[in-house]
C-alpha cells in the first residue's frame, strides 16, 4: 500500500529534551516536506526536500532541522524544544513535476502531534 | 506572495442540502494549481479536488465541485447533497508554477464544516 509513515503519532516531552519524528514514504517521491497545523493558522511548511540530501527552509523553520539521507526518510529534528513548538505535524510527499501525475497533489503521513510541556 | 484566504472559519448545513466553501488566492504567476483537502476528526489529509489555472473547465470529482472562477481568484468548494460523513474541516491550497518541482504548496486556514442530522 502506498503510504507515508510518521512516528511517533503522539508525544509529550518536556522543554529542551531532544526529539525526532521519522517520516517514510514507500512511493519514491522526490519531493517531501514537513508542515505544522495550528488553530486558526492552518498548515504552514517548515522545510522541504526535492531530493536526496537537497533541503530548503520553508516558512516556519526556526527551531527545526531536517536531513535527507536517503530518497524514503525525511526526518524533523527538535533539537531544544519549546512549548510554542506544541502542534500537529505533518509529514508529506509528491512526486517530481512534470512526471506521472499531472496534479501533483501531496500524499500524506497520519500526523504527529507533539506537546511540549 | 502567494496567498490563501478561506473566510468562514466555521459553517453548519443541513444534511442533503448543497454547501459552498469558500477560497480566494493571490497569486502573480500565470500558472498555478488549487487543491482541496478534507480532514475528519481523526486527523489524517485527503486531498479531494485539483483545478489547473489554464484548465478550462471547473473540476468534477464525484459530489464535489470546483467552482473556479479565474478573474476573481476563487476556487470555492461545492459539495452537493450533503452527508453527515462530510462534517470536517476543510483545507484550500494552492501550488505555483504547475510545471516546477520546486514549488511547495500553501494553505488557507481552513473552514470546520458541521452537517446536521
Known amino acids: 500500500e502506498a503510504q507515508v509513515t510518521q512516528n511517533p503519532r503522539y508525544l509529550i516531552t518536556v522543554t529542551g529534551k531532544k526529539l525526532t519524528v521519522t517520516c517514510s514514504q514507500n512511493m519514491n517521491h522526490e519531493y517531501m516536506s514537513w508542515y505544522r497545523q495550528d488553530p486558526g493558522l492552518g498548515l504552514r511548511q517548515i522545510y522541504y526536500?526535492?531530493?536526496?540530501?537537497?533541503?530548503d527552509k520553508g516558512d516556519v523553520p526556526e527551531g527545526y532541522k531536517v536531513s535527507r539521507k536517503e530518497k524514503r526518510n525525511f526526518p524533523l529534528i527538535l533539537e531544544s524544544p519549546s512549548p510554542n513548538q506544541t502542534s500537529l505535524y505533518f509529514c508529506?510527499?509528491?512526486?517530481?513535476?512534470?512526471?506521472?501525475?499531472?496534479?501533483?497533489?501531496?500524499?500524506f503521513g497520519e500526523g504527529s502531534r507533539l506537546t511540549v510541556l | 506572495a502567494q496567498k490563501i484566504t478561506q473566510t468562514q472559519p466555521g459553517m453548519f448545513v443541513q444534511e442533503k442540502e448543497a454547501v459552498t466553501l469558500d477560497c480566494t488566492y493571490d497569486?502573480?504567476?500565470?500558472?498555478?494549481?488549487l487543491f482541496w483537502y478534507k480532514q475528519p476528526s481523526s486527523g489524517e489529509m485527503i486531498f479531494l479536488i485539483y483545478?489547473?489555472?489554464?484548465?478550462?473547465q471547473n473540476a468534477t470529482e464525484g459530489r464535489y465541485s470546483l467552482n473556479f472562477q479565474k478573474a476573481r481568484k476563487s476556487a470555492n468548494l461545492v459539495i452537493s447533497a450533503s452527508q453527515l460523513g462530510d462534517s470536517a474541516m476543510y483545507f484550500c491550497?494552492?501550488?505555483?508554477?504547475?510545471?516546477?518541482?520546486?514549488?511547495?504548496?500553501?494553505f488557507g486556514s481552513g473552514t470546520r464544516l458541521s452537517i446536521r442530522p
Open positions: 491550497a494552492m501550488r505555483e508554477g504547475v510545471d516546477s518541482s520546486a514549488s511547495k504548496i500553501i
Open positions: 483545478q489547473g489555472s489554464y484548465d478550462e
Open positions: 497569486t502573480s504567476d500565470q500558472s498555478y494549481g
Open positions: 508529506a510527499s509528491r512526486p517530481r513535476i512534470p512526471g506521472d501525475r499531472v496534479t501533483g497533489e501531496l500524499f
Open positions: 526536500s526535492m531530493n536526496v540530501e537537497v533541503t
